[in-house]
């Protein structure tokens, strides 16, 4: 079976603008999380999606948002980069609660 | 608030000798936890899955055992090697009826020396 893909794989973008990450799950997987990977931290959770609906936000501003499409598949969206920003952003598929995720490899975002 | 503390940032042992590695946490009380390994530039890949019943789990040469009153949990891997080298996260789940996500200790990075 197909893993979990991500894209872009890297990103680079200046400050003050916006970028758009992208992931598919594994087929017939419908939920999706997002995680956040600082250089020398740890994962950090952003957001759930589940059946296209927003189960749960971590600790992030507004500016860090998302949306999860009929097919599942699902789309981060951080405005107003801000270089804090610059990490590795993982998303994982589950395929039912509770069960081990399935994570991607990840896009890297540098904010300069 | 939740916390998970894995025991050492960074662990170095020779070839062929066991590693144990440590995940306490506090403030929390999960059904089961799981153990990802993660190598530079990928994401997590998950290992094993140990449930707050269960004392102890194996998997070809890797063991988990939790202590649910320790609030802890150790994972060894026995007769190293050097392609075991990667960082280690452990993420205590199930909390809350499942409706809290998975949060993730930062990991120990292992480096196996031949």
């Known amino acids: 079976e197909a893993g979990v893909t991500q894209s872009p794989t890297h990103l680079i973008k200046t400050r003050g603008q916006q970028a758009t990450l992208r992931c598919s799950p594994i087929s017939g997987h419908t939920s999706v999380y997002w995680y956040q990977q600082a250089l020398g931290l740890g994962l950090q959770f952003l957001l759930w999606y589940d059946e296209g609906e927003e189960r749960n936000r971590g600790n992030f501003p507004p500016r860090f948002s998302g949306r999860q499409f009929p097919n599942y598949s699902s789309e981060l969206n951080v405005n107003a980069l801000e270089l804090e920003d610059s990490a590795l952003y993982l998303c994982?598929?589950?395929?039912?609660?509770?069960?081990?995720?399935?994570f991607g490899n990840g896009t890297r975002l540098t904010v300069t | 608030s939740q916390k998970i503390e894995q025991n050492s940032e960074a662990l170095n042992i020779q070839e062929g000798k066991t590693a144990t590695l440590t995940c306490n946490y506090t403030?929390?009380?999960?059904?089961?936890l799981q153990w990802y390994r993660q190598d530079p530039g990928r994401g997590p890949v998950f290992l094993l899955l140990i449930r707050e019943n269960e004392k102890e789990k194996r998997k070809e040469r890797l063991k988990v055992t939790f202590d649910t009153t320790l609030k802890q949990s150790l994972f060894h891997i026995t007769a190293s090697q050097p392609a075991d080298s990667a960082t280690y996260l452990c993420?205590?789940?199930?909390?809350?009826?499942?409706?809290?996500?998975?949060?993730f200790g930062k990991g120990t990075r292992l480096s196996v020396i031949a």
């Open positions: 403030n929390y009380s999960p059904a089961y």
């Open positions: 993420a205590p789940g199930g909390a809350n009826s499942g409706n809290t996500p998975l949060v």
């Open positions: 994982a598929s589950e395929g039912q609660l509770n069960s081990p995720l399935h």
